[in-house]
């Protein structure tokens, strides 16, 4: 596995860093899913649009993944990263708890666990480093900014005005308050 493989303390931590924001996609990630799933040897970068939505709409929108942005000098830089529970693939949730966190820890195998989440070295104080930089997102993401940008900017405003992010909200703490009274 590329990556770090989670330490001892995850076990005991129960996956804080996987209750404050699901962990960020490479590209190299998103192509493999994209790839397996529609039985391509590579992703014809006229069809990444198009596959990418079809990816992020599937499984009656429970999917994965979710399209996020963070600010960098020259705009906004998007990437995929693991849905949060409750919310859409339009990742405007600051904070949210991955969809692929369970009781027993992560439900996906090591492999599969996007970049983020391989490169989050653990250690014992809980002082996690995070090996994925910022700097290297940057530029991993770059050729696939057009593809993320247009699908944010086609669903961003029509789930903000049909109250979609508001519901979105209200079912992630009605979430929250049946952990905490472990319903
Ligand atoms: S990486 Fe750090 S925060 Fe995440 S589960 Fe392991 S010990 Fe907890
Ligand atoms: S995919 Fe796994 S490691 Fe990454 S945030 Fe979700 S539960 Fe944590």
């Not at 002082?127 to 050729?143: G, K, L, V």
Request: aromatic share 10%; glycine share 8%.
């Amino acid at each position: 596995m590329e990556g770090f493989a989670p330490g001892p303390e995850c076990a005991l931590c129960q996956g804080k860093c996987c209750k404050e924001k699901g962990c960020s996609l490479s590209p190299k990630d998103m192509l493999r899913t994209l790839q397996e799933r529609n039985g391509l040897q590579q992703i014809d970068a006229g069809k990444l649009r198009e596959l990418l939505l079809e990816l992020l709409n599937e499984d009656e929108m429970q999917p994965l993944y979710a399209i996020d942005y963070f600010t960098t000098e020259n705009g906004p830089l998007f990437y995929l990263r693991m849905r949060h529970k409750c919310y859409t693939f339009i990742g405007v949730d600051a904070m949210g708890e991955c969809c692929a966190l369970t009781p027993e820890g992560c439900s996906l195998s090591e492999e599969r666990r996007p970049k983020g989440g391989r490169f989050l070295k653990s250690t014992p104080d809980k002082q996690c480093i995070q090996h994925y930089s910022r700097e290297m997102m940057i530029n991993d993401w770059a050729p696939y900014q057009d593809a993320l940008s247009t699908i944010w900017k086609e669903f961003e405003p029509e789930f903000r005005e049909n109250g979609i992010f508001d519901r979105c909200d209200a079912e992630y703490f009605k979430w929250m308050r049946m952990q905490r009274e472990g319903k």
